[in-house]
């Protein structure tokens, strides 16, 4: 029996309807967040993003060794036009051993962290939202398989420090946290991390993604130096889903310091958007049964992971405090300084 080449052509995508077949790919290795990551790839569009995100960052390693994850990521055709100003929502499922984040039918993140892999696809014309792209769907998968491949407590916080040691710079949206992150950075202590903190209980070590820097616009009014103001002015502005804008300011190409190792937590502090009454006293100690009651409200995610119970229990040993602002945040980043000198060397 013989075929015609028309048919042969018709058939391609019966013969391999979940394109299974192998296609030329790019590897490319990072180390993120503790964990080897190797991302594989057809499209130069999607390794540019990875790039993007990652490249030129210090390569954190704990003490363990750390497994290999691999994330491939594909670009899908989009057979009609769709115009949108704002991609779809991701949305969360899990079953039958997978973890799934979808936005449409053309862009998803498919995870198997028992075996330490990912497969993003992105539709072309999603590529024209890079943000979206990197943030909601790349740093999806990079996060969740270093989380569950490693045990990594996941906080939605920041952290920064000095010497090795670090404070976890928690509480709600606005509060200030990016904007006290940043002084820090400005004032030459270690910056880790701004939006997401990964802690390994056992150790307390924490690492994360020294990337970009979320900052509103009216972060400038309380630096003098005019080429810093200029460096996070001119940086690209993004959206939040919530409507907030704000400036992306890549840590790589300005000032600053990224830690260049994980940093041993010391403590703990809940930043606070209120003013402190008497200027000289902005820290406060928390009873850590009211500590422990703020951070299973504020970190809901984090508290139904499996090392949550022995992260606050590690916790509960060293400071715990809330922080209002001073006049300056220079006044902040001196308590920060002088609470990190008081740690106890060896904890």
């Known amino acids: 029996m013989t075929f015609s080449t028309d048919v042969h052509a018709r058939d391609v995508s019966v013969a391999d309807p979940f394109g299974e077949r192998i296609r030329p790919t790019v590897s490319v290795r990072r180390q993120i967040l503790g964990g080897r990551f190797r ?38 055709p989009r057979e009609a036009a769709v115009a949108r100003d704002t991609p779809p929502p991701v949305r ?31 539709s072309q014309d999603m590529l024209a939202h890079p943000y979206h792209v990197r943030y909601e769907l790349v740093e999806f998968a990079v996060f969740m398989l270093a989380a569950r491949g490693m045990n990594l407590v996941p906080l939605h916080g920041a952290c920064v420090g000095q010497e090795g040691r670090g404070l976890l710079l928690l509480g709600a949206s606005g509060a200030g946290k990016s904007t006290l992150a940043l ?31 979320h900052v509103k616009r009216d972060v400038s009014r309380f630096i003098d130096d005019a080429a810093v103001r200029d460096w996070i002015e ?94 300056h945040p220079r006044d902040s980043i001196a308590a920060l300084r002088a609470l990190l000198a008081a740690a106890t060397p060896g904890l």
């Not at 820090?184 to 903190?197: P, R, S, T, Y």
């Not at 990224?258 to 809940?270: E, F, K, S, T, Y």
Request: proline share 6%; aromatic share 8%.
């Open 92 to 122: 969360t499922q899990a079953g039958a051993g997978l973890l799934c984040g979808m936005m449409d039918e053309a862009n998803y993140v498919v995870l198997v962290p028992a075996q330490h892999r990912a497969l993003v696809v992105v």
């Open 183 to 213: 002084h820090a950075l400005l004032d030459g202590m270690d910056f880790l991390a701004e939006d997401g903190v990964f802690v390994q209980p056992e150790s307390m070590s924490a690492t994360g993604v020294a990337n970009f820097l």
């Open 234 to 327: 001119t940086s690209p502005e993004i959206h939040r889903r919530s409507g907030v804008a704000k400036f992306e300011v890549d840590l790589r190409e300005g000032a600053g310091h990224q830690a260049p190792a994980p940093l041993r937590v010391v403590g703990a502090i809940v930043v606070s958007a209120e003013t402190a009454v008497d200027p000289t006293r902005l820290l406060r100690r928390l009873p850590w049964e009211h500590m422990a009651s703020l951070l299973a409200i504020d970190q809901p995610y984090a508290a139904a992971q499996p090392g949550w119970d022995r992260f606050v229990h590690r916790l509960g040993g060293l400071g715990t405090y809330e922080l209002r602002r001073g006049s």
């Open 39 to 76: 991302f594989e790839s057809d499209s130069a569009e999607l390794l540019a993003l990875v790039d993007a995100a990652y490249g030129g960052l210090p390569e954190h390693r704990f003490s363990t060794v750390s497994p290999e994850f691999r994330i491939e990521l594909r670009v899908a």
